[in-house]
T-cell receptor
């Protein structure tokens, strides 16, 4: 059965800290891995990764995929209180579908 | 460009009733997927539509159904509501097999 596992489940840090969120997966015919940030309502898109070893970067956030070891990490440097959210990892397959399989998420709390 | 819109945003129903939720995708997106989000189960895939055809379905009972119209708008219906159907229902749209963008969700409370 396809599955996505995120760790840690929860993380509490102070502003300025650097955090690393982990996502491992077992999916038939992997196509892409996506990271979303969810604050109160809709998940907002962060990154989509399809190739191993190529880092995607947006400001203080970056992510990389390892297709051999079946995992991805999301790094946030110099965290701010506005980074407090649930970070979701999702995986899509190559079959003719847009279905995403989500992990349970990592809840990040950043305190001043 | 307008994002994904969902209506209504909040809904309160009683057990046994039925409900219809609506989703308008981003202009040009033909793929619409629905997810149920609960604190215990996280985001669970309900179904997916592309060009008015259901392309994939998750492990939900037949009380959950959906459809897509020729303008790519989609509706999902839940009949004979149960307490456990209380959840945030999220719709996402994409150009096929590209990034999915989520709407704000409909929060359903079943009493």
């Amino acid at each position: 059965e396809d599955k996505v596992v995120q760790s840690p489940l929860s993380l509490v840090v102070h502003e300025g800290d650097t955090v690393t969120l982990n996502c491992s997966y077992e999916v038939t015919n992997f196509r892409s891995l996506l990271w979303y940030k969810q604050e109160k309502k809709a998940p907002t898109f962060l990154f989509m990764l399809t190739s191993s070893g190529i880092e995607k970067k947006s400001g203080r956030l970056s992510s990389i995929l390892d297709k051999k070891e079946l995992f991805s990490i999301l790094n946030i440097t110099a965290t701010q209180t506005g980074d407090s959210a649930v970070y979701l990892c999702a995986v899509g397959s190559t079959y003719n579908t847009d279905k995403l399989i989500f992990g349970t998420g990592t809840r990040l709390q950043v305190f001043p | 460009k307008a994002g994904v819109t969902q209506t209504p945003r909040y809904l309160i129903k009683t057990r046994g009733q039925q409900v219809t939720l609506s989703c308008s995708p981003i202009s040009g997106h033909r793929s619409v997927s629905w997810y149920q989000q609960t604190p215990g189960q996280g985001l669970q895939f309900l179904f997916e539509y592309f060009s008015e055809t259901q392309r994939n379905k998750g492990n939900f009972p037949g009380r959950f159904s959906g459809r897509q119209f020729s303008n790519s708008r989609s509706e999902m219906n839940v009949s004979t509501l149960e307490l456990g159907d209380s959840a945030l229902y999220l719709c996402a749209s994409s150009r096929a097999q590209e990034t999915q963008y989520f709407g704000p969700g409909t929060r359903l409370l079943v009493l």
